[in-house]
């Protein structure tokens, strides 16, 4: 499996903005679906964002549209979230993923990858979200 390394979270107030980064540990970064999801305390890790290999398709929850940001960088192997006016429901330790089986390979919408297909999990960044 891809070995998935997040950066980026940390502590900040309402209404900024923060980038997490996830940088993959292989050169075939570049061929597979790429996600980013996340875990509040007491709560079920929920789907963030994801983007096609291609980086044609993206995909968003609905909690998120219009704030958040995925993009993908394959020359360096990299997924970036850009984070604008987050709100306190933000709060979360956030997980990059990646999709390397067949789907994570061929799909060209990226909204029809299921939290199913992705199959190789960073360990998590922390973000914050005061009032």
């Known amino acids: 499996q891809v070995q998935l390394v997040e950066s980026g979270g940390g502590l900040v107030q309402a209404g900024a903005s923060l980038r997490l980064s996830c940088t993959a540990s292989?050169?075939?970064?570049?061929?597979?679906?790429m996600g980013w999801f996340r875990q509040a305390s007491g709560k079920e890790r929920e789907f963030v964002a994801s983007?096609?290999?291609?980086?044609?398709?993206?995909d968003y929850a609905d909690s998120v549209k219009g704030r958040f940001t995925i993009s993908r960088h394959n020359a360096e192997n990299t997924v970036y979230l850009q984070m604008n006016s987050l709100k306190l429901e933000d709060t979360a330790v956030y997980y990059c993923?990646?999709?390397?089986?067949?789907?994570?390979?061929?799909?060209?919408?990226?909204?029809?990858?299921?939290?199913?297909?992705?199959?190789?999990w960073g360990q998590g960044t922390q973000v914050t979200v005061s009032s």
């Open positions: 983007i096609s290999w291609s980086g044609s398709s993206t």
């Open positions: 993923a990646a999709s390397t089986g067949l789907r994570g390979h061929t799909v060209l919408d990226a909204s029809t990858l299921e939290s199913r297909d992705f199959n190789s």
């Open positions: 292989e050169r075939s970064h570049s061929n597979y679906a």
